[in-house]
């Protein structure tokens, strides 16, 4: 593996979200709650959310255990979200697993993803698109949960 990919991989930003994590403390009586488990690797999402009168994300609690670029993930998403609705979050959720499918460049005209296009390098390395997803699939598992879907 060339230099050159790890230093893509691992970003200024995905260290940052990884060593200090935002939103990471429990919420009581949220909205949302969703847990992702990734049992090949052992890396483990608890996701908790409160919705305003309108609909929209007032607070996100997101525990994460695993590698860095699982916890980075999760610290991005859990800012990301914050004052959406739900609907905006299934677009901006889309976004990103074309992004982690097809690269930034296939969504720049979609979607703002800002500091989440820092985790693009992670198709570099297929075995860890995995981490970059568990907090969003837990968080898709929690949304179909709360509409009942």
């Known amino acids: 593996m060339a230099l050159e ?10 260290l940052e979200h990884s060593r200090s994590p935002l939103n990471h403390e429990p919420l009581a009586n949220p909205h949302i709650t969703a847990d992702g488990v990734n049992p090949f690797c052992g ?22 255990e695993g590698c860095s670029i699982n916890r ?13 609705s739900l609907e ?27 500091e989440l296009t820092a985790l693009s390098g992670v198709r570099a ?11 969003w699939s837990t968080l898709d598992d929690g949304i179909r949960e709360y509409r009942g879907d």
């Open 125 to 135: 390395f297929p075995v860890r698109i995995k981490c970059a997803l568990l907090s």
């Open 72 to 84: 980075a993930t999760g610290s991005m998403l859990s800012a990301a979200i914050l004052g959406k």
């Open 5 to 14: 990919g790890l230093d893509e991989l691992y970003r200024d930003a995905i």
């Open 43 to 64: 890396d483990e999402v608890h996701l908790q959310i409160l919705l305003d009168e309108n609909g929209r994300v007032a607070r996100v609690g997101l525990q994460v």
């Open 88 to 114: 905006e979050i299934d677009g901006l959720a889309a976004a990103f697993n074309e992004m982690m499918k097809d690269g930034v460049e296939a969504v720049r005209d979609r979607a703002d993803l800002s």
